[in-house]
């Protein structure tokens, strides 16, 4: 059984930083893609980034490109996602994804299986 605890959320200035984690537990991940996705109030989830748990690969949504990295350390099972130059329009709940992808690197929420249970993300102007 899979299960996704992330952590690091909270409250940060505009032009701050924060750091998330994801640890991921109940198999091995090889094979696996692990995302980060968000979602706003009344808003859609949408995706943030990704990384390949093999190969390392990763993806971004443009909007956070150059501001936040997606990275893994294998030993500890656990996803990491670097959030710098924060903006009051990252502010959103967070969510830890995973999906077994033989190809490419998916940015639809519907195509993952597993989930975390969210961390609060909030940037003040």
């Known amino acids: 059984q899979v299960q996704l605890v992330e952590s690091g959320g909270g409250l940060v200035q505009a032009g701050g930083s924060l750091r998330l984690s994801c640890a991921a537990s109940?198999?091995?991940?090889?094979?696996?893609?692990m995302s980060w996705f968000r979602q706003a109030p009344g808003k859609e989830r949408e995706f943030v980034a990704a990384?390949?748990?093999?190969?390392?690969?990763?993806r971004y949504v443009d909007s956070v490109k150059g501001r936040f990295t997606i990275s893994r350390d294998n030993a500890k099972n656990t996803v990491y996602l670097q959030m710098n130059s924060l903006k009051p329009e990252d502010t959103a709940v967070y969510y830890c994804?995973?999906?077994?992808?033989?190809?490419?690197?998916?940015?639809?929420?519907?195509?993952?299986?597993?989930w975390g249970q969210g961390t609060q993300v909030t940037v003040s102007s």
């Open positions: 994804a995973a999906e077994r992808v033989r190809i490419g690197v998916p940015m639809s929420a519907p195509a993952y299986d597993y």
């Open positions: 990384i390949s748990w093999s190969n390392g690969r990763t």
């Open positions: 109940g198999r091995t991940f090889s094979g696996y893609v």
